[in-house]
């Protein structure tokens, strides 16, 4: 009863947050969704993460191991989705970026929050700023084709994690002013997410959901099974390890579906990626957490 309770404690605020945005919209208030995604992705987001990074206080092995594992993990999860998407002989501008990145911002960052504290969040920033570098690149790639590096030195998330590991590296502090101001910034990004995330996966019109279910399915033992062993094989500490497992597990990222209706994949088959991943987390990662806690 008590780890039940816990992990409700956990998942609630998360799920509570987005069903506001789902119900803003369908009683019909207006959600300016591209504004408050761009206010986030270009303002918020960017501080949150550099702060997060410069005051990061993780040890230094813990760090290196924290790092290499989420590279090696991201890589073998990418490997593994291009595979499936090559097997089951399916788009792979449509459905190999959404089944390789998962929701790291929105869902990941706050449950790392709630489930492991202050260490757990320093945890799921290092994993989370690896995974927006690789999906701001080579998931570009994948969508749009070839100009990926043009478009990701444009991302403030890129530059602001970069900014925030040198930072880290050399032990630097911004002035006390100005990091309070980013860091109320950045406190903006959380709630904005999980809102949006309701708002969006209210909007959506998904279609081909028994496909999208396989799919999230097949994704979430992939990624689950990958990150696992791979957390496993470098040894990593308990909450670096949930961390690790928590955040590739994650489903499909709204901004997936966002890329797709941007650069003329089939959006709505990626809608229906999101909607089905998303519901179907609302499952998983509670049983996930009573098995990483």
Request: glycine share 6%.
């Amino acid at each position: 009863m008590n780890l039940a309770l816990t992990v409700l404690e956990i998942v609630a605020p998360v799920f509570l947050l987005a069903a506001i945005g789902f119900v803003w919209v369908k009683i019909g208030f207006e959600y300016r969704i591209q504004f408050v995604t761009r206010l986030a992705m270009t303002m918020s987001v960017p501080c949150l993460i550099f702060v997060a990074l410069m005051q990061t206080d993780i040890d230094p092995a813990a760090l290196t191991a924290l790092s290499a594992a989420a590279v090696m993990a991201y890589g073998a999860v990418t490997l593994a989705c291009l595979a499936l998407v090559h097997l089951l002989r399916l788009n792979r501008r449509t459905y190999a970026a959404p089944l390789i990145f998962g929701n790291t911002g929105n869902l990941g960052l706050p449950l790392a929050l709630f489930a492991f504290g202050e260490a757990g969040f320093s945890y799921a920033i290092i994993v989370f700023a690896i995974m927006a570098i690789w999906s701001f690149t080579y998931g570009i790639t994948l969508v749009a084709g070839s100009g990926a590096l043009t478009k990701a030195l444009r991302e403030p998330v890129v530059w602001a994690t970069l900014l925030g590991a040198l930072f880290m590296v050399q032990g630097w502090e911004t002035p006390t002013f100005l990091t309070n101001t980013l860091d109320l910034i950045g406190q903006m990004a959380i709630p904005l997410m999980l809102i949006t995330l309701g708002v969006a996966v209210a909007r959506l019109s998904p279609k081909g959901l028994a496909r999208a279910a396989l799919l999230s399915a097949l994704k979430l033992v992939i990624c689950v099974a990958i990150a696992w062993v791979v957390g496993h094989y470098f040894a990593l500490e308990p909450i670096a390890f949930g961390v690790l497992v928590l955040q590739v597990a994650t489903p499909v990222a709204v901004t997936s579906y966002m890329l797709a209706e941007k650069y003329g994949a089939e959006a709505e088959d990626v809608a229906g990626l999101v909607v089905a991943s998303t519901l179907m987390s609302v499952a998983a990662l509670p049983v996930l957490l009573a098995m990483l806690l």
